[in-house]
């Protein structure tokens, strides 16, 4: 029995050494061509037209009281709701024209932006929003809803949204408003 055993495994194993010869060898002759010159395809240029923008309205602080003010901006209209809504947070970053405060520090970057199909915005800022944040809760409630309600005011199909930092959850900005959880807009903080 082992020596039927042997003898079927040395046949195998010759069969499979044959095939593998074969395998590798079978490719050595072929020579590889280059390929024929093709002509590049002409292309048009597509003739300048106005750029389609849209109005939106952004919330920002106010040294006057603790509500957020309302501030309109036209940014670039696009089919996408999240390249408007990155263009949304990017221009809050950038901070107010008409003298409020910008509840983020300027070295803040936003990292991406997404959008699930129940309504939850994820926003992801670089580090420097925790790092160089003003302190106090009344600092982090503006930053936070000065997102959130510029996001909902502007989009229908952002009903919340989460904050996240550097691609991850985080407790909280400065050690006061808890971050584990999408907000939905707060309006009552905004000015008349």
Known sequence: MDAKRIA????????????????????????????????LPVLEPSPPGPVQ??????????????LLHPEER???????????AKQAVEELIKGSKKGYISPFPPETKL???????????????????VEKHLSGSSAEISTIFSVVNSLAYNFEAIK????????????????????SRPFLPLYDLIAN
């Open 8 to 39: 079927l495994l040395a046949v195998l194993l010759t069969i499979l050494a044959i095939v593998v010869v074969i395998f590798f060898r079978s490719g050595v002759m072929e020579k590889i061509k280059p390929p024929g010159e093709a002509p």
């Open 53 to 66: 923008t849209r109005k939106i309205v952004l919330f920002f602080l106010s040294e006057a009281d603790t």
């Open 74 to 84: 036209e940014i670039t209209a696009s089919s996408s709701i999240v390249r408007q």
């Open 111 to 129: 990292r991406e932006l997404f959008l699930t199909r129940d309504g939850v915005a994820y926003v992801d800022f670089s580090e420097e929003i």
């Open 160 to 179: 919340k949204v989460f904050i996240l930092i550097e691609g991850q959850e985080r407790e909280t900005l400065g050690g006061h408003i808890n971050l």
